[in-house]
């Protein structure tokens, strides 16, 4: 397995422009996580799925942001319109449990509002 | 919510010396620790973890230590080597409304002196 593939790898926009982040989580995990980091803010969890479906989005920072799963191999976070403060590095995570197994996670992307 | 602290954000230590790293947690419930270690510009990976059922865990030059008492784990590198400079986080499963999910440190980046 390829592991965690996220695309792009880079991105930047301009500000007000809608943005979509894509992640394939690895084979036969149950569970995806996106994560925002930032110097300011560190690993910040927005949201996880569980089997597609969405579990915990209290992390998503406003309604400009969402995230969608449609089928176990793909996902998908979105924001529309973006901001300069967006800027940061968004990974995506999966694992086979939430419990006591390892988190694996992609490469991320560096998003870059102007 | 689960709140994990790490301390320090910053340590630089001379070749060969130690380095400790450590994190306090909030939730008692929480049951399972993992650390994960960051280059730069490369994705968080996992370089150890630690379950609520034992007190201490040991890889070849890295160690974590828990007391669930106090409710802290700390990460324990020994003989440090320049390739050990990255950031490192710390993290906790913790539960929430929502269910269980993972809650970070702030980081600490460790900077091994040649």
């Known amino acids: 397995d390829a592991g965690v593939i996220q695309s792009p790898r880079h991105e930047v926009t301009e500000m007000g422009q809608e943005v979509t982040l894509r992640c394939k989580p690895i084979?036969?995990?149950?569970?995806l996580f996106w994560y925002r980091q930032t110097m300011m803010r560190g690993l910040e969890l927005l949201i996880y799925?569980?089997?597609?479906?969405?579990?915990?989005d209290s992390g998503m920072p406003e309604d400009r942001f969402s995230a969608k799963m449609p089928n176990a191999s793909f996902s998908t976070l979105k924001i529309q319109p973006s901001e300069p403060r967006d800027s940061a590095v968004y990974f995506c995570a999966s694992s086979w449990d939430i419990a006591n197994t390892e988190a694996f996670f992609g490469q991320g992307t560096r998003l870059t509002v102007v | 919510g689960e709140n994990v602290e790490q301390h320090p954000s910053t340590l630089s230590v001379q070749e060969g010396d130690s380095a400790v790293i450590k994190c306090t947690y909030s939730d008692s419930a929480s049951n399972y620790f993992p650390w994960y270690k960051q280059e730069l510009g490369k994705r968080p990976q996992l370089i150890i973890d630690i379950r609520s059922n034992v007190g201490e865990k040991k890889d070849q030059r890295i160690a974590v230590t828990l007391n669930k008492t106090a409710k802290h784990f700390s990460l324990h590198i020994t003989e440090t080597q320049p390739e050990d400079s990255a950031v490192y986080f710390c993290a906790s499963l913790g539960q929430d409304n929502y269910g269980q999910n993972f809650v970070f440190g702030p980081g600490t980046r460790l900077s091994v002196l040649p």
């Open positions: 799925f569980n089997n597609n479906v969405p579990i915990d």
């Open positions: 084979s036969g995990h149950d569970y």
